[in-house]
């Protein structure tokens, strides 16, 4: 009686605990895998890109580029790893998914004839064939980066694809009839284009950091949404490797057809902070009716397309514009728990917990730094410069190694994220031995300190980022990191990032100045820099109430930026905000661009 009695109590505990995890923090914290393309270039490295997340049944699957399956939730915060029956030999590229009813379809990108799958199973991973066979497209048409839609209201059904530099996106009805084939009776007529990028109109389709390369942008992802009565045809562009990668809408009223370009795009757009980039990724409901837009977010270290993927809150405002709220979009939210309002499209904010990253640049003291005589110096203080190709590395990966941290003051501490990146591995499979675990210890005076987190109590599961919300929330100077395992041959440590509140005052409002340029898809910015502040938000949009977008910088960065991301002909509004380790300050009155395009 004894022994159960104790069991209850030790369950009950950790019940508790997992039900405290009301927020997550991008990049997603997924157990992101290493993969067998990998080994014929010798370079080992987790990835995952090009999101789709599917309710289905009221659950959650998300499906994720080449990673041998999928995973499972029930609540966007704990996903687990479901391992298919059946799967393609050569892996899924950004696959379509699609629930319907009680059957989830699933698709992969193909130049070739491959399947179509169905599963009335998902979270067992049971897979049927539904469609052996996809007719084959003309050379080089795919359809590569597909999406599935189906018309509830009229019962029709629709795919979307494509992903160049030379061709558009198209879309095809599909015939439920004879297993989702192309409709008609010639496979090679049944697509037709639906849009096509015009970087010489639209600033973000622009390719390179901060749209500054010439090189001719790429469009993908495609993914298809219904929103009172009309039909909104998301993209991605200009290109997966930089951090201006971002998500746009052409808007139509029928599926196919004709669509015209929103002014407002991009929707989803985060080029600055931590997890710069969230394109091609998909827009789905949860549980509640509140959407969510899926992107990828570009790490590129070891290789170009080393990727994570980021999730953000979604709406459609009273105008019908549909927008994804980025703002601190690197940084702890919460997970809805009822139906938020998006009709003035910044109701999303609730949804931002307001802990605030508390060691930007605060020193940083390591157990350990491994000599690197041919390479760049990888030392602890990279952990806190918020930047994802900078990192630490331990002289050997073994238990005990730590980062210790001094926040310069007392904070309250409610979340850390850990994120890891693969220096030198020589892994090219997630099999069991591949998992995380490590302690979160604070203390106040340096000498006494407390466990606050230990992942080696819960299941066995790699976390490349590892984002841990503190059962309640600590009061300490100093945060440490201390090592269990990892998988491989070194220990590297790109963020150790803290979450939390200062007890001091928010700091004041800068002042912004904006004018477009002659070039419409430019404007210059400049503000003033506040004393205290850690960093600011330039917050920008086509009206005053419509401030969607977002850039963040730091307060040790130049405060003057040429943003590249506009759309010619139509008017913009700026504002600005700082924020420090207490709070954010008043967001600024918005002004207009100095161009006149929006004066009658």
């Not at 999303?348 to 760049?376: Q, R």
């Not at 904070?411 to 995380?436: F, M």
Request: proline content about 6%; hydrophobic content about 35%.
């Amino acid at each position: 009686m004894r022994f159960l009695a104790c069991l209850l109590l030790v369950l009950s505990c950790f019940c508790r605990v997992v039900a405290q995890q009301r927020t997550y923090c991008n990049p997603m914290d997924i157990s992101y895998r290493y993969n067998f393309e990998q080994l014929n270039e010798k370079i080992s490295y987790r990835s995952g890109a090009d999101p789709v997340i599917i309710n289905h049944k009221n659950e959650y699957y998300l499906f994720v580029t080449i990673q041998g399956g999928w995973w499972h939730s029930k609540d966007l915060v704990n996903w687990k790893y479901v391992v298919p029956d059946k799967w393609p030999m050569e892996d899924m590229c950004a696959p379509a998914a699609l629930s319907v009813r009680d059957t989830l379809y699933l698709f992969q990108s193909t130049f070739e004839q491959r399947p179509i799958f169905i599963s009335t199973e998902p979270e067992k991973g049971k897979l049927l064939f539904y469609n052996r066979w996809l007719p084959r497209l003309p050379k080089d048409i795919g359809p590569w980066d597909p999406a599935l839609f189906h018309d509830d209201d009229t019962d029709r059904w629709y795919m979307y694809w494509g992903s160049s530099n030379v061709y558009p996106i198209f879309g095809a009805e599909l015939d439920k009839n004879r297993k989702l084939t192309y409709a008609g009776n010639n496979p090679a007529e049944a697509y037709k284009a639906m849009l096509w990028l015009d970087p010489y109109q639209h600033g973000w389709e622009r390719f390179g950091p901060n749209h500054s390369d010439p090189f001719k942008p790429f469009t993908e992802g495609a993914w298809m949404t219904k929103y009172n009565g009309k039909y909104y045809l998301q993209y991605g562009a200009p290109g997966t490797e930089y951090n201006v990668y971002g998500n746009g809408t052409y808007v139509g009223k029928e599926p196919l057809g004709p669509f015209e370009y929103a002014p407002y795009n991009p929707v989803a757009y985060k080029p600055g902070g931590f997890a710069t980039g969230c394109g091609h990724g998909n827009t789905f409901q949860d549980n509640f009716g509140n959407y969510w837009n899926t992107g990828t977010t570009w790490i590129g270290y070891n290789w170009g397309m080393e990727r994570r993927i980021a999730m953000n809150p979604a709406g459609f405002d009273k105008d019908d514009q549909l927008f994804a709220n980025t703002r601190f979009g690197d940084f702890p939210h919460y997970l809805a728990t009822k139906k938020i309002p998006s009709g003035n499209g910044t109701d999303s904010d609730a949804l931002f917990t307001g802990w605030m990253l508390l060691n930007y640049k605060k020193p940083v003291v390591a157990s350990s730094t491994l000599s690197i005589p041919t390479d760049s110096v990888r030392v602890a203080a990279n952990v806190a410069d918020e930047n994802p190709r900078t990192f630490w590395v331990a002289a050997q990966n073994r238990p005990g190694e730590t980062l210790t941290t001094d926040l310069g003051t007392e904070r309250e501490i409610r979340a850390v994220q850990v994120d890891y990146i693969d220096y030198k591995q020589t892994l090219y499979e997630s099999d069991s031995t591949v998992y995380t675990q490590f302690k979160i210890l604070t203390s106040i005076d340096n000498k006494k300190w407390d466990v606050v987190a230990d992942l080696s109590k819960e299941p066995k599961r790699d976390r490349a980022c590892a984002y841990v919300e503190l059962a309640k929330p600590v009061r300490a100077r100093y945060v440490r990191y201390e090592h269990l395992y990892v998988a491989g041959s070194h220990l590297a440590i790109n963020a150790f990032r803290l979450f939390g509140n200062g007890f001091g005052k928010a700091p004041a409002t800068p002042v912004l100045t904006a004018k477009r340029q002659k070039d419409q898809r430019n404007a210059d910015l400049s503000w003033s820099k506040v004393p205290g502040a850690v960093g600011y938000n330039i917050r920008w949009g086509i009206a005053p109430d419509k401030l969607y977008q977002t850039y963040q910088f730091w307060n040790d960065q130049p405060n003057t930026f040429e943003l590249r991301a506009l759309n010619v002909g139509v008017p913009y509004y700026f504002a600005i905000e700082a924020f420090d380790e207490n709070g954010v300050s008043v967001l600024s009155k918005a002004i207009d661009d100095g161009s006149g395009l929006g004066k009658k």
